[in-house]
């Protein structure tokens, strides 16, 4: 199934204030907010969360893991992820139980989208958390994946495409792993890989607007997931045209 979040429907209903900075919910729910007495989703079934993190100035967030794989998607300000300088649009991919950060926001604070194609029951800080790091390197790898920063296109560049054209950002690996990039005339189509390849895709609209079929147009920041069950999406830039990023999950058991 498709699921589709209007930025700005999102930041209207969800956002909220945290110790330094905002978080904004836009696709499944965190361990924040689950209503009282629900249970979580099971880790082992296909459960996409999205969702924005906005830092202020200088703050910091500690090296840590999580249980479930992840995109994490620069879209405002900068600073540095732990060894990387990051910026808009920058994409970072850690597989489940790979360590890593810090984050440091620079002067002008940081905004990223973390998404998970699972559900992950909160952060696990280094270096309280060690041992249960060495344990899980029996079962699982440790990856990291990046690309950019990558301006996104400005009105003046969206209006002046004449084409659609899409390339690898992260080159696809043989479970599956893999992020493109799709710049979008206006009214133009870009089709995305076979879902089926992966374990789940993740699309943004980094700039212009674009909808899936049968949807309204989705503005800047909006996100889309299509599960490896769906068919290839085809998504429609509006009049302005469309710079689109599309993150595929590798392949798990849980496919």
């Not at 194609?117 to 899980?136: F, I, K, S, V």
Request: net charge negative; aromatic share 8%; proline share 6%.
């Amino acid at each position: 199934m498709i699921h589709a979040a209007d930025s700005i429907v999102a930041q209207q209903a969800n956002r909220r204030r945290t110790g330094n900075g905002w978080h904004t919910t836009y696709i499944g729910k965190n361990r924040n907010t689950l209503q009282a007495g629900e249970a979580p989703p099971a880790d082992d079934v296909i459960y996409p969360m999205a969702f924005l993190v906005e830092k202020d100035a200088a703050a910091i967030v500690k090296p840590h893991f999580h249980s479930a794989d992840q995109y994490q998607v620069v879209v405002q300000g900068g600073g540095r992820l732990g060894v990387h300088d990051v910026g808009s649009v920058a994409v970072h991919y850690t597989d489940a139980w790979s360590a890593y950060g810090p984050i440091i926001a620079a002067d002008e604070g940081i905004s990223w989208f973390t998404l998970r194609n699972t559900w992950d029951p909160g952060a696990r800080y280094m270096p309280a958390e060690r041992q249960a790091l060495r344990e899980a390197r029996a079962k699982f790898q440790h990856r990291e994946a990046t690309c950019g920063p990558m301006n996104a296109l400005s009105d003046a560049e969206l209006a002046a495409l004449t084409d659609v054209a899409g390339n690898a950002v992260i080159a696809e690996t043989k479970d599956g792993l893999g992020t493109w990039r799709y710049t979008v005339k206006a009214g133009g189509v870009a089709r995305g890989p076979d879902p089926s390849t992966g374990g789940g895709q993740f699309w943004l609209v980094t700039a212009g607007m674009a909808h899936v079929p049968g949807g309204a147009l989705l503005p800047p920041n909006s996100t889309v997931f299509v599960g490896p069950d769906d068919a290839a999406l085809a998504m429609t830039a509006g009049p302005m045209g469309a710079d689109l990023l599309c993150m595929q999950f590798p392949k798990r058991a849980h496919d």
